[in-house]
């Protein structure tokens, strides 16, 4: 299928690309390493949305432009905040920017796959891992540097960090905020696979393109499933697990997958 390019959603922050049932969304800001501000976090919106509205697509890949995958939060437009007399409101800039980016990521019924090029700090590395499937390049570094800039977790790393790696290494990793290479994060189950550098982008194209030739009801319902309250109960999970067989066993894709597996083969 032909290769787009959606102007409108494309701007100097975010380059868009839709081919093959796949969203590509470059953070495109190389200068500031794809810092956050308040023009990036518009047209990122506005490329999820494209996403979410699109029912053509089977599955977004989110990675950063040059030598960074994000820098996090744009400290410079803090800066001016605090040079202009005032002191920043990080309340509405959650409540408005990074907690809906977050749940945009957890809510859309295709797969995220974040295909991390590069350094990965605070905010980004936060993203990073609020995806479905992460890719990193050998040159990756992941950074939950927030408590250098005097703050907490937060774009929901205080919720996925301990649930990948566990609660030992989150402390450590939230308190000391020291580097992880992507070879370590691969080792902790920060990440699910890390590529060569020149191999990245094919690498996390082919995982989307894997999923056309999978059910789309059924990804949806793995990932539902998987994202839907970890640390509940067995008997919980059986029960969603009991509903969501129900509803698949009744669709043309399980049927049609039926009758081919149990062809007889000659």
């Known amino acids: 299928s032909p290769v787009t390019e959606d102007p409108v959603k494309n701007s100097e922050r975010v380059r868009l690309t839709i081919a093959g049932g796949v969203a590509t969304i470059?953070?495109?800001r190389e200068a500031r390493m794809n810092a956050f501000d308040e023009a990036m976090h518009a047209s990122l919106r506005a490329a999820l949305a494209t996403a979410a509205t699109d029912a053509s697509l089977r599955a977004v890949i989110l990675t950063g432009s040059g030598r960074a995958f994000s820098s996090g939060q744009d400290l410079g437009e803090r800066a001016a905040t605090f040079a202009q007399g005032q002191v920043p409101d990080l309340r509405a800039s959650l409540e408005g920017n990074y907690n809906p980016l977050v749940r945009c990521l957890a809510q859309l019924p295709i797969p995220v796959i974040a295909a991390v090029n590069g350094?990965?700090?605070?905010?980004?590395?936060?993203?990073?891992?609020?995806?479905?499937?992460?890719?990193?390049?050998?040159?990756?570094?992941?950074?939950?540097?927030?408590?250098?800039?005097?703050?907490?977790?937060?774009?929901g790393a205080s919720w996925h960090l301990p649930r990948l790696v566990g609660p030992a290494r989150a402390m450590d990793l939230a308190l000391t905020a020291r580097?992880?290479?992507?070879?370590?994060?691969?080792?902790?189950?920060?990440?699910?696979?890390?590529?060569?550098?020149?191999?990245?982008?094919?690498?996390?194209?082919?995982?989307?393109?894997?999923?056309?030739?999978k059910s789309a009801p059924a990804v949806a319902a793995v990932k539902r499933q998987l994202r839907a309250n970890p640390a509940g109960t067995l008997d919980?999970?059986?029960?969603?697990?009991?509903?969501?067989q129900s509803l698949l066993g009744a669709s043309v894709e399980y049927r049609n997958a039926v009758l081919h597996f149990s062809r007889p083969r000659t």
């Open 26 to 28: 470059a953070l495109d």
């Open 119 to 155: 350094i990965a700090f605070g905010a980004g590395a936060a993203l990073a891992i609020a995806c479905d499937i992460v890719v990193a390049a050998r040159s990756a570094r992941f950074q939950f540097g927030f408590i250098n800039v005097g703050l907490g977790p937060d774009s």
């Open 236 to 244: 919980a999970a059986l029960d969603v697990e009991r509903d969501t």
């Open 179 to 213: 580097p992880v290479s992507a070879e370590e994060a691969l080792a902790m189950g920060l990440v699910s696979r890390m590529v060569e550098d020149a191999d990245l982008a094919e690498t996390a194209a082919a995982i989307a393109r894997e999923f056309a030739t």
